[in-house]
Nanobody, 124 residues
Framework: QVQLVESGGGLVQAGGSLRLSCAAS????????MAWFRQAPGKEREFVAVISWTGGITYYADSVKGRFTISGDNAKNTLFLQMNSLKPEDTAVYYC?????????????????WGQGTQVTVSS
């Protein structure tokens, strides 16, 4: 059974940093893209960042580009999201997702596996 478990969320002041982790178990995702999405109250789930282990491709939403960095430890099957210069508008539940097949995509419906989410709250 595939499991994705996020951790690292919390409350931080604007301008601060957080590092999210996503531990994957049940299968290895080293050949397929993994991504971070987020969902704020009353809003749709939105793409944040994606990484393809093959070729080391990364892609970011414009709203986080230059502030967030996605990375992973292939050997430990763990995904990270380093978030710097956080803003109140970054407040959301952050989800880790894995495709299991196919190429990089920013569409949430292309991802078959999801974690339970971790809350990030940025105070002004």
């Amino acid at each position: 059974q595939v499991q994705l478990v996020e951790s690292g969320g919390g409350l931080v002041q604007a301008g601060g940093s957080l590092r999210l982790s996503c531990a994957a178990s049940g299968r290895t995702f080293s050949s397929y893209p993994m991504a971070w999405f987020r969902q704020a109250p009353g809003k749709e789930r939105e793409f944040v960042a994606v990484i393809s282990w093959t070729g080391g491709i990364t892609y970011y939403a414009d709203s986080v580009k230059g502030r967030f960095t996605i990375s992973g430890d292939n050997a430990k099957n763990t995904l990270f999201l380093q978030m710097n210069s956080l803003k109140p508008e970054d407040t959301a539940v952050y989800y880790c997702a894995a495709r299991g097949i196919g190429a990089v995509t920013t569409n949430y419906y292309d991802y078959a596996y999801w974690g339970q989410g971790t809350q990030v709250t940025v105070s002004s």
